[in-house]
RNA sequence: GGAGAGUUGGCUGAGUGGUCGAAAGCGCCUCCCUGCUAAGGAGGUAUAUGGGUUUACUGUAUCGAGGGUUCGAAUCCCUCACUCUCCGCCA
């Protein structure tokens, strides 16, 4: 959520930055709830303050046993004029509420202009990317089921047997440990979050298509970064411990409503895939310079693989709803020949603590955390690049150096 | 699944109808004392939002959530959520 106050002072420059994303800020109807909202609030606190004034009057003659009829009906009447006021603020409210959710964040200065993902900007590159158009997953191993994934629950799910299954596991225990390395502190979460830590972070009420329902209050999550985030919702952190540095690994479950005919074949785009996640929440100083340091460590992890790669600051028009300022890391998939998303590093700076109130204390007073999330990395898109930019185009996967203390083996048969 | 007990400020925890935004302790901040350190003393210290000469000061709301009773609710009633204990069952 954005600062309200902010928006009132500077109508113009929020819309115009809401623009930049492609979003239509309807700063008149904001406008006039939120007049309308001051008044009637305004209103209800008078009549709340002198109902307590009376009250406490009356309560006083009470006590010495007398009455005054007058006077309690003259609270009669302000306790009607309150329960209509403050219903209708009320409502007023909630309209503005869900408004205001719908928001998405301000893109940050430093972040290229541009309609759509064609005017995102490459920062640097790693690696060799190779030439000749290899085999893609699916074919160079069986091991890679998706006809057994259909049989027990659809398409975009996968079966991994054997050493594959074992080569993604070894990335997973690979990528925590980079992790830890890096002062990270791993946590094992539930795979279900509420209505309220999914409004926290942003995916709710918006993208409720995006996600997998379970039941009324029940979602599945999309990512680690809902739970990692909601860790501290409500809390006041003691600044002494900023930066927070947290981990997990969790399965992460999108509906992919949306998308159907788009990577239909193979691991790119599943319902359900493995994920090692990267969240900070720091001082409001430092988050850039953390978003920096986050997408250091996600790149490391594809460097000691020896995955080429790019780096991709994303324009304000293909930036994610929470997110000020984010860079892609994307991975070269020879089958494709090209690069694809294996991690998307954000800064998030007040939005998601706006919604999930995470804060500290500075001066005396209470402030608003900022919150940055990346992958590090997704291991469905990491095995498939392991696999496909190690393979010998005939019949050998070899494992990356790295890895090796993990699976046990330094190549896989096909 | 059965029975019971709870949910109060950064934390622990008192508070059964007005004098309660809330005792006390811990923590934290400022100052004093002590030639370091430790100990001691005085004061301050919830959040959100509004008004204000943006200082002083001040209105309102918030004691798990929502509703109700009442002139007045942390306190009484109802519904829901969550936590804990015991029993049963089970990975």
Redesign the pocket.
């Known amino acids: 959520m954005i600062d309200?106050?902010f928006i009132k002072d500077n109508p113009k420059l929020v819309f115009d930055k809401l623009r930049l994303r492609n979003y239509n800020f309807n700063l008149d109807l904001f406008e006039a709830t939120e007049a309308n909202r001051?008044k009637y609030?305004?209103k209800?606190?008078?009549l709340?303050?002198s109902?307590?004034?009376?009250?406490?009057e009356?309560?006083m003659l009470?006590?010495e046993g007398k009455d005054d009829p007058a006077l309690?009906k003259k609270?009669?009447s302000i306790?009607a004029d309150l329960d209509k006021c403050s219903s209708e603020l009320?409502d007023i409210q909630l309209t503005l509420k869900e408004l205001l959710l719908d928001v998405p964040n301000l893109p940050d200065d430093s972040v290229p202009r541009g309609e759509n993902e064609e005017n995102n900007v490459k920062i640097r590159e790693y690696g060799e990317p190779t030439i000749l158009k290899g085999k893609d997953h699916l074919e160079i191993t069986s091991m890679i089921d998706t006809d057994a994934a259909n049989l027990l629950a659809g398409s975009r799910f996968a079966v991994l047997h054997g050493d594959i299954a074992k080569l993604q596991r070894a990335l997973i225990a690979f990528m925590l440990d980079k992790a830890s390395e890096h002062g990270y502190t791993e946590h094992y979460l539930p795979m279900v979050a509420n209505t309220e830590s999914l409004t926290s972070t942003g995916q709710l009420p918006k993208f409720s298509e995006d996600l997998f329902q379970l039941t009324e209050d029940y979602y599945l999550i999309p990512t680690a970064e809902v739970p990692l985030t909601n860790l501290y919702r409500d809390k006041?952190i003691d600044i002494d411990k900023f930066p927070l540095k947290l981990t997990a690994h969790t399965s992460c479950f999108r509906s992919e409503a949306g998308s159907y005919g788009k990577d239909t074949k193979g691991l790119i785009r599943q319902h359900q895939f493995e994920k090692v996640e990267l969240v900070q929440i720091c001082h409001p100083e430092k988050s850039f310079e953390a978003l920096e340091n986050l997408t250091s460590h996600a790149e490391t992890i594809l460097q000691e693989l020896n995955l080429p790669y790019q780096v991709v600051e994303l324009c304000t028009g293909d930036l994610g709803f929470s997110a000020a300022k984010t860079y892609d890391l994307e991975v070269w998939i020879p089958s494709q020949e090209t690069y694809r998303e294996i991690s998307s590093c954000s800064n998030c700076t007040d939005f998601q603590a706006r919604r999930a109130k995470i804060?500290f204390?500075e001066g005396?007073?209470?402030k608003l955390a900022h919150t940055l999330n990346g992958s590090a990395l997704a291991a469905g898109r990491a095995l498939i690049a392991v696999i496909e930019n190690n393979f010998d185009q005939k019949s050998t996967i070899h494992i990356p150096e790295a890895l090796q203390e993990y699976t046990k083996f330094d190549f896989i048969e096909v």
Request: hydrophobic fraction near 20%; proline fraction near 0%.
């Open positions: 309200t106050n001051k609030q305004t209800t606190e008078d709340q303050a109902r307590n004034v009376l009250s406490k009356y309560g009470k006590k309690n609270i009669e306790k009320n006041i804060r204390k005396g007073a209470s």
